[in-house]
């Protein structure tokens, strides 16, 4: 794998920063607090959403000043670069407060489709094939030392590590599984398993298949009687269809009748006026003629009541008069006063009567050539009568529009939706309209639940014979399939025993082999075996003997160290070269040894390897290697 370039949106100090790594050795040349370890952290951060260097790696690296979410994008390229199945993968991520968070597409540029992942599958695993812990033990090297578990278990975690990519993942775990899968098959008893199971539906099913055959003559009887109902229901189906033509064509006839009606309304509108108001002001001013007219034949109370007063006035002036000038004088009075009086009132009912008749007359006269006052009270009451129609027929068209559900009330589209109705009724009858209806009555309210319970005890007795027979090869077959696959886990669970025996044996011979020649070449031939123990620990041997590391100078022990770790860097790759950081990993080196540590990687090293460091001599012999430089 080789990772091409590196673009940070947001992670720690870094602020949309790109950075193109080259193909083999390269040397990052940076001052302290100048990023380093921050790009070495963004890059596990980037294949492991869980990395195991520190707790919380999320918290640690948001940028103080702007508090954006850390980001960032990753260009690689997997497969050997002469072969013809090199991809190249492009990753970018936006990271939350936990790994459950983050948001992540990686996509594959050669194809062009994006690659999905399996579950809680990280990206470093999909491409690489190691856990977060091998990807700390192979890829990452901080001064020389083997970061990986000590104790009496580490050389378990070296074999698995060279065998899965994870040290946490052992070939006896492997076996154990195996084994597992077996007893899913077949128990240690043979009583319990997934094949035992099968034989035994086998012999359900064939229990079953006895009594399916006996109740398919069963069957056999209530499909008669099925059959009598099915016909009634397909002629209660094709009675409804008919009877909702009639329906229809009974709609349609009542839009017809709503369109005579509008007809006829209309008619009258025309000999109405068009203000319908005006009809009500007439039977108005008609009335106060009539009331006047009343008048003047039987006054008013209080018309009677002004005579009758005047009248006692009169006659208590004229007994007054009477008494001082003559009793003839009272009797002259009420005989001259009274008549006068009368006279007055009708005078002025005569006046009022006549302003009446004639405003009624006027009136009429505006909407038809009347001259007679006989004339007005026809057209009064022909008007009331053509008004009370024509309400009548409009409160009908209504009450039959809103009965019908019929909103758009114009003429025309009434008359285009009786067309399409009767364009789409049929009004061919299989019988007379009194027969159907007849007869629909007759059957519209039969239940047919029993034609469904007739179908539910079909299917519910039991299955047909040839349904059943054909569970029972598919039993069989994965029976067949089961027993082939016992067979199988069988097998490989003896030779994943016989291969862990055999890297048992060989990992510890093949890791001291590589990281003697590999120490051979960095010292130089000074040293030319070293021997990685157990718990981790280097020894290089000098003469006869191998040295502990506690005998050992620090320039040598590093050199061990490195030694070692490339070793088991080559022994974990399988179809290509993993890429190495080294964080600082030559400083406890003098010159001599760092440059010799330099060519073998220059000249050994066929992956990439990336050395960042601080100082300004490494660089300066990795220059003179034709190493190149990257200065932040």
């Known amino acids: 794998m080789l990772i091409k370039q590196l673009h940070i949106g947001s992670f720690g100090k870094f602020l949309d920063y790109s950075l193109d790594l080259p193909e083999g050795f390269a040397v990052i040349l940076g001052k302290n607090e100048d990023g380093k370890t921050t790009l070495m952290d963004f890059i596990k951060l980037m294949l492991y959403s869980k990395p195991v260097n520190y707790a919380n790696p999320r918290k640690r690296y948001v940028n103080l000043q702007t508090a954006a979410q850390i980001s960032g994008a990753m260009t690689m390229q997997c497969g050997e670069s002469n072969s013809h199945f090199v991809h190249e993968f492009y990753l970018q991520k936006v990271m939350g407060d936990t790994p459950a968070k ?10 062009g489709e994006e690659v999905n992942l399996q579950k809680n599958e990280s990206v470093g695993q999909h491409l690489l094939g190691l856990s977060p812990e091998g990807f700390e ?30 040290e946490r993942i052992s070939r006896e775990a492997a076996i154990k599984r195996l084994t597992d899968a077996k007893e899913s098959l077949v128990s240690k008893s ?20 006895k009594r399916a055959e006996e109740s398919y003559l069963r069957i056999a009887a209530l499909k008669a009687d099925y059959e009598h109902k099915k016909q009634l229901l397909a002629e209660q189906r094709d009675l409804r269809r008919i009877i909702s033509n009639l329906a229809e064509l009974d709609k349609a006839a009542k839009m017809e009748n709503i369109m005579r009606l509008m007809t006829e309304r209309d008619m009258l509108s025309e000999s109405l006026p068009a203000n319908r108001k005006f009809v009500i002001n007439l039977r108005a001013v008609y009335d106060e003629y009539i009331n006047a007219k009343r008048a003047m034949d039987q006054p008013p109370i209080h018309s009677q009541m002004i005579i009758y007063t005047s009248l006692a006035v009169i006659i208590v002036v004229s007994v007054v008069l009477s008494v001082k000038l003559s009793p003839w004088f009272l009797l002259s009075l009420l005989v ?16 009022l009567l006549r302003k009446h008749h004639a405003k009624f007359v ?49 003429y025309n589209a009434l008359k285009e939706r009786v067309q399409t109705l009767r364009a789409a009724t049929s009004t061919n009858l299989p019988m007379p309209r009194e027969e159907l209806l007849e007869r629909w009555r007759a059957i519209k309210d039969i239940d047919f639940q029993s034609i469904l319970d007739l179908q539910r005890r079909m299917r519910a007795t039991e299955r047909v014979p040839a349904q059943i027979e054909r569970d029972i090869v598919a039993t069989k077959q994965r029976a067949a399939e089961l027993a082939l696959r016992y067979k199988a886990l069988t097998l490989a669970a003896n030779v994943m025993t016989e291969a862990a025996d055999e890297l048992r044996h060989s990992f510890g011979a093949m890791l001291n082999e590589r990281a003697s020649e590999a120490l051979q070449k960095l010292t130089g031939g000074t040293y030319g075996e070293a021997m990685v123990m157990k718990d981790y620990e280097v020894r290089v041997k000098t003469g006869a003997q191998y040295i502990k590391p506690d005998f050992l100078s620090a320039g040598t022990l590093d050199q061990a160290y490195l030694a070692a770790r490339f070793a088991l860097s080559d022994i974990t790759a399988e179809a290509e070269e993993r890429p190495i950081f080294m964080d600082d990993a030559l400083m406890q080196y003098d010159d001599d040894r760092a ?4 060519e073998y990687i220059s000249q050994h090293r066929k992956g990439q390897t990336i050395i960042f460091t601080c100082h300004e001599h490494i660089a300066a012999m990795a220059e003179r290697n034709e190493v190149k430089i990257i200065r932040m």
């Open 190 to 209: 043979g009583r319990a398993g997934a094949l035992i199971k099968l034989k035994a539906e086998l012999t359900r099913l064939a229990d079953e298949k």
């Open 137 to 166: 033990q192979v890829c990452f090297i901080v001064s020389g030392r083997l970061a990986a578990p000590t104790g009496a278990g580490a050389e378990e975690a070296m074999r698995n590590l060279a065998g899965s990519g994870n």
């Open 595 to 598: 440059e010799q540590a330099i």
């Open 362 to 410: 006027n009136l009429a006269s505006e909407f038809a050539q009347v001259v007679e006052f006989s004339e007005a009270v026809s057209l009064l009451r022909r008007l009331e009568s053509d008004l009370r129609l024509y309400e009548e027929k409009a409160s009908r068209i209504l009450a039959m529009a809103e009965a019908l559900d019929v909103e758009d009330m114009d």
């Open 102 to 111: 983050d948001r992540q597409r990686l996509i594959n540029l050669t194809t």
């Open 336 to 351: 001259g006063c009274f008549p006068l009086l009368i006279a007055r009132e009708r005078l002025r009912g005569s006046k």
